[in-house]
């Protein structure tokens, strides 16, 4: 057997191992070990989950001019996203084409050309070369531009995905659009954003998130206005509660959809929840952040919080006042980046219409809980006594729903065999 053919049969054997562990488990309780601590099964899902799946990068509002341009790194990929001469936001890979030199290192910035700095080879904003220094006259650079990721956008948000053939979109869209558009987040400004890492496996991160079995213990500061009762994660538990019947009744009687809505895969949800007793936003003592509404089509202040998730790569609250949207990207078998940003109305002022700390303090405070929350959790995962008990049927509902996407999600893309190569 040659090299290649016997790599290409290695890597088969591996992914038939992994198909064969996942379907041998049943999820009433928390993956085995290795599923949180293998550097073999992290790379697997790279390849088959986050280099082919449609992942939250940004917002359409960091970007607003011609030129703007934010990066982020998925795995070993460095993406630009840039807003080009039309107007059109692109995904473009960040990877010179001459001898592959990263062309934008900055977190963000605004160019009128893309100049790789290593031998300044030259792109306009669409990705197409335009001046390759010391080329000869037969050089076709219309066969040498950037590399283009698919790029979409909805209600705000941009979402790129790595693969040649990426999945559907549009139902996503079609799903997500109807709740995000009257909050005309297009229209808002990062008014503050932090990033993170937690040394903790993704997986790790998303259980976390979805439940409230550990936020009273841990969250004094999110508790004030967030509800810790099951109904914010279990659809039957929501749809049985008076209180969030009588709220979606009353604002989708005003136009905004918010009943619980869960794709059909599992793989997004989203759901208009009203906050704990009076609190109308994310603060200390439950009341505005930000004096001017996040939208003019929302102006009153108790609409509650819109709940969306979409694996693997992000959830969000987005409220009358601002939103809190959330990034989620894997670092390496147990480190995940998690970045939070606090969008406002654009013409907020900073000082007058809110202050920073208070928009902030909430959810910085819960991030670091939850960092370490997480972190306690690995350190225990690592252990070889792990041996996990089932789920609590009324308090983890949403983190078994979680692990059973992964589950169905991650077997269905081992059934194909192999993968269509990264763009």
Same mark, same amino acid.
């Given at each position: 057997m040659s090299v290649g053919a016997a790599d290409a049969q290695g890597a088969m054997d591996i992914q038939q191992a992994m198909f064969s562990r996942l379907d041998r488990y049943q999820p009433i309780g928390a993956l085995p070990r290795d599923f949180y601590t293998s550097a073999t099964d992290y790379r697997l899902e790279l390849e088959k989950i986050w280099y082919r799946d449609w992942l939250f990068v940004g917002h359409d509002c960091e970007i607003t001019h011609v030129g703007d341009y934010f990066t982020v790194q998925i795995g070993e990929y460095p993406l630009l996203i840039v807003r080009d001469r039309g107007g059109e936001v692109r995904a473009l890979h960040n990877?010179?084409?001459?001898?592959?030199?990263?062309?934008?290192?900055?977190?963000?910035?605004?160019?009128?050309q893309l100049v790789c700095p290593y031998h300044q080879w030259t792109y306009d904003l669409s990705g197409d070369l335009i001046e390759a220094r010391g080329k000869g006259a037969d050089f076709q650079r219309n066969q040498h531009g950037l590399k283009p990721a698919h790029c979409k956008q909805v209600g705000g948000y941009i979402f790129v995905c790595l693969s040649d053939a990426a999945p559907d979109f549009d139902a996503f869209a079609k799903l997500a659009g109807p709740y995000l558009l009257p909050h005309h987040l297009r229209d808002?400004?990062?008014?503050?954003?932090?990033t993170i890492i937690e040394h903790?496996?993704?997986k790790l991160v998303w259980e976390n998130n979805r439940e409230c079995y550990h936020c009273a213990a841990n969250h004094p500061e999110l508790c004030r206005s967030y509800p810790s009762t099951p109904t914010v994660v279990s659809i039957g538990a929501a749809a049985n509660s008076p209180r969030i019947a009588e709220h979606w009744q009353h604002w989708e009687s005003k136009g905004l959809p918010s009943r619980f809505q869960l794709s059909p895969n599992g793989q997004s949800r989203l759901v208009r929840m009203p906050l704990l007793d009076t609190a109308v936003s994310f603060t200390m003592d439950g009341t505005a952040a930000v004096q001017r509404p996040l939208s003019e089509s929302v102006t009153e202040s108790n609409v509650g919080s819109l709940l969306m998730f979409h694996y693997p790569s992000t959830w969000n609250h987005v409220m009358g006042d601002h939103a809190t949207t959330f990034r989620v990207l894997p670092l390496s078998p147990t480190e995940t980046q998690l970045t939070t940003k606090w969008l406002v109305h654009k013409d907020a002022t900073e000082g007058v219409d809110y202050d920073v700390e208070r928009l902030t303090e909430v959810w910085r405070a819960t991030n670091e809980e939850?960092?370490?929350?997480? =972190?306690?959790?690995?350190?225990?995962?690592?252990?070889?006594?792990?041996?996990?008990?089932?789920? $609590?049927?009324?308090?983890? @509902?949403?983190?078994? =729903?979680?692990?059973?996407?992964?589950?169905?999600?991650?077997?269905?893309?081992?059934?194909?065999? $192999?993968?269509?190569?990264? @763009?």
């Amino acid at each position: 057997m040659s090299v290649g053919a016997a790599d290409a049969q290695g890597a088969m054997d591996i992914q038939q191992a992994m198909f064969s562990r996942l379907d041998r488990y049943q999820p009433i309780g928390a993956l085995p070990r290795d599923f949180y601590t293998s550097a073999t099964d992290y790379r697997l899902e790279l390849e088959k989950i986050w280099y082919r799946d449609w992942l939250f990068v940004g917002h359409d509002c960091e970007i607003t001019h011609v030129g703007d341009y934010f990066t982020v790194q998925i795995g070993e990929y460095p993406l630009l996203i840039v807003r080009d001469r039309g107007g059109e936001v692109r995904a473009l890979h960040n990877t010179c084409r001459h001898r592959g030199s990263r062309i934008c290192s900055a977190h963000r910035g605004r160019l009128g050309q893309l100049v790789c700095p290593y031998h300044q080879w030259t792109y306009d904003l669409s990705g197409d070369l335009i001046e390759a220094r010391g080329k000869g006259a037969d050089f076709q650079r219309n066969q040498h531009g950037l590399k283009p990721a698919h790029c979409k956008q909805v209600g705000g948000y941009i979402f790129v995905c790595l693969s040649d053939a990426a999945p559907d979109f549009d139902a996503f869209a079609k799903l997500a659009g109807p709740y995000l558009l009257p909050h005309h987040l297009r229209d808002a400004k990062v008014a503050f954003q932090s990033t993170i890492i937690e040394h903790a496996n993704w997986k790790l991160v998303w259980e976390n998130n979805r439940e409230c079995y550990h936020c009273a213990a841990n969250h004094p500061e999110l508790c004030r206005s967030y509800p810790s009762t099951p109904t914010v994660v279990s659809i039957g538990a929501a749809a049985n509660s008076p209180r969030i019947a009588e709220h979606w009744q009353h604002w989708e009687s005003k136009g905004l959809p918010s009943r619980f809505q869960l794709s059909p895969n599992g793989q997004s949800r989203l759901v208009r929840m009203p906050l704990l007793d009076t609190a109308v936003s994310f603060t200390m003592d439950g009341t505005a952040a930000v004096q001017r509404p996040l939208s003019e089509s929302v102006t009153e202040s108790n609409v509650g919080s819109l709940l969306m998730f979409h694996y693997p790569s992000t959830w969000n609250h987005v409220m009358g006042d601002h939103a809190t949207t959330f990034r989620v990207l894997p670092l390496s078998p147990t480190e995940t980046q998690l970045t939070t940003k606090w969008l406002v109305h654009k013409d907020a002022t900073e000082g007058v219409d809110y202050d920073v700390e208070r928009l902030t303090e909430v959810w910085r405070a819960t991030n670091e809980e939850d960092r370490r929350v997480c =972190q306690e959790n690995q350190r225990g995962v690592n252990s070889p006594s792990y041996d996990p008990a089932p789920y $609590s049927t009324i308090q983890e @509902a949403g983190t078994r =729903q979680f692990i059973s996407w992964y589950r169905r999600h991650f077997m269905a893309r081992l059934r194909e065999g $192999s993968v269509p190569g990264a @763009a």
